[in-house]
């Protein structure tokens, strides 16, 4: 009976939470701090590029994705290939999908729009050829050092890392984000970031 109470109450809890805060007995909740959890009702911050809104919980993660993405526009050309994935291209655990969703005007640069372990980092994967082929790269350290007892902390390949190593350079950073410029494009007229 304990057992079958610890699955109910949660989703319970989250469901009376939103009927309050949806007939207005309950303020929503803003998230300050990080591990604090949204739930259903509560407030996030949005930001929106090309007309898309995207939802964060932090004001912090709000912000660098703001920054980040208008760095990306102010610097790339429309029609340009982007990469989204996570710091350490070994680790395939996490993308930021929704910056593909933000910028419509980029096209994406790989097949992996998402990174699921065990198959972005396979043996004999596409994923270091298809981040050759970017312009940009964004990579997203926040989750690095994730640590799961499952597949998503087995190491793949370091070649996509040296692909990146190789073959761009960092051009912008900022928290957890780091945004990097394929070497072939670096002759482009475009002033270095403030």
């Not at 989204?84 to 419509?104: F, K």
């Not at 970017?134 to 994730?146: G, H, M, Q, S, T």
């Amino acid at each position: 009976m304990l057992i079958f109470l610890g699955f109910i109450a949660p989703a319970f809890t989250r469901f009376y939470r939103s009927v309050r805060v949806t007939l207005g007995l309950v303020a929503p909740h803003q998230a300050t701090k990080t591990g604090e959890q949204l739930e259903p009702g509560d407030k996030g911050i949005f930001i929106v590029h090309h007309g898309r809104p995207f939802a964060f919980g932090f004001p912090y993660a709000a912000e660098e994705a703001d920054k980040l993405l208008t760095e990306l526009e102010r610097a790339s050309i429309p029609g340009q290939r982007l990469f989204v994935g996570p710091g350490d291209l070994r680790l395939t655990n996490y993308c930021d999908t929704y910056i593909y969703y933000l910028e419509p005007q980029l096209r994406p640069a790989t097949y992996f729009l998402e990174m699921n372990p065990g198959s972005a980092n396979a043996p004999h994967s596409r994923l270091a050829s298809d981040i050759a082929g970017a312009d940009w790269v964004i990579l997203n350290r926040r989750w690095d050092f994730l640590n799961e007892l499952n597949r998503s902390t087995a190491f793949g390949s370091d070649e996509p890392n040296q692909i990146v190593r190789e073959n761009f350079e960092l051009w912008w950073q900022r928290g957890a984000y780091l945004l990097f410029r394929n070497k072939r494009i670096s002759n482009a007229i475009i002033p270095p970031p403030p």
